[in-house]
């Protein structure tokens, strides 16, 4: 007796449904033989896993250093300021899943982001004098003479500031000053009372250390009085901070391997 067609799948429809795969993990069901996953139903998962996500510099080497097994990699981005563990990576011989991670996304402070703001920004009368109110607590000044100058008093005379117009073929270039055409030169009155140079003292990055900061301030003349802000050697601070950062991670996980650059499984 011969079977038809439908007949010889329906038979092997009867003969797989059921069968168990994968150690018992898993059950092919349906007409067309899918893989049911039998894990929700057990009492405990095959294998631990999950992501682990932190803004925390401390919270982060402690999660590592309580779970993470010796010489498990640690991918350091100093570009990003972050950092990230695969803890079930496993070995070149025996990879594992790469399903339970750690990672870090270290986030700028208020102080260091208001720095960055200011960085290249131009600013009235009024919005220096505001942004001494708000931050001039982490900051000194000094004169172009290198004089330290009083908060106090640097405020009043931002307050205060006037031009006067004067004609001149002095071709000097001096702080607080620019050169209009061949004989106008436009100055910024009582110049010596204004700071040439702003330090702010910051930390950058939540759990880094304090720092210094050097801004140069320019007076613009054109249209009233106005002042711009420019960061000295930002990326050179920039990278000694992200060489704290990474370094930061090492001291803290001395048993794993802490490598510069990123993964991706």
């Known amino acids: ?12 429809q009867l003969h797989k449904t059921g069968t168990e795969v994968a150690g018992g993990s898993a059950i092919v069901i349906g007409e067309q033989f899918s893989l ?6 057990q009492d405990q998962r095959r294998r631990f896993r999950g992501q682990f996500a932190t803004k925390g510099l401390g919270d982060f080497t402690r999660y590592l250093s309580e779970r993470a097994a010796a010489k498990t990699p640690v991918f350091i981005d100093r570009d990003d300021m972050a950092a990230r563990c695969f803890l079930d990576i496993g070995h070149y011989d025996a990879p594992g899943h790469c399903d339970h991670t750690a990672t870090l996304s270290l986030p700028k402070t208020p102080e260091f982001v208001a720095f960055r ?3 290249g920004n131009t600013y009235d009368q009024e919005g220096i004098v505001e942004l001494l109110e708000d931050w001039g ?4 000044f000094a004169n172009s003479k290198g004089e330290a100058l009083e908060r106090g008093k640097v405020v009043n005379a931002f307050r205060k500031v006037s031009i006067d117009d004067l004609t001149s073929i002095d071709s000097e270039k001096q702080e607080h000053s620019s050169q209009v055409g061949v004989m106008s030169k436009v100055t910024v009155k009582n110049a010596e009372r204004l700071p040439a140079m702003i ?3 910051l930390s950058p990055y939540e759990g880094l250390e304090e ?3 050097e801004m140069r301030v320019a007076s613009l003349t054109k249209g009233g009085p106005g002042f711009r802000l420019r960061a000295m050697a930002l990326d050179a601070a920039e990278q000694e901070i992200a060489s704290e ?5 090492e001291a803290a996980l001395p048993e794993l391997e802490c490598l510069l650059g990123t993964f991706s499984p």
Do not use: G, P, V
């Open 245 to 249: 950062f990474a370094s930061r991670i």
């Open 1 to 12: 007796m011969s079977l038809t067609k439908d007949a010889l799948q329906y038979l092997e």
């Open 117 to 119: 703001r200011a960085n």
């Open 199 to 201: 330090t702010w003292r």
């Open 211 to 213: 720092r210094n900061l």
């Open 36 to 41: 049911q996953d039998l894990e929700k139903y």
């Open 137 to 140: 607590h982490l900051m000194t």
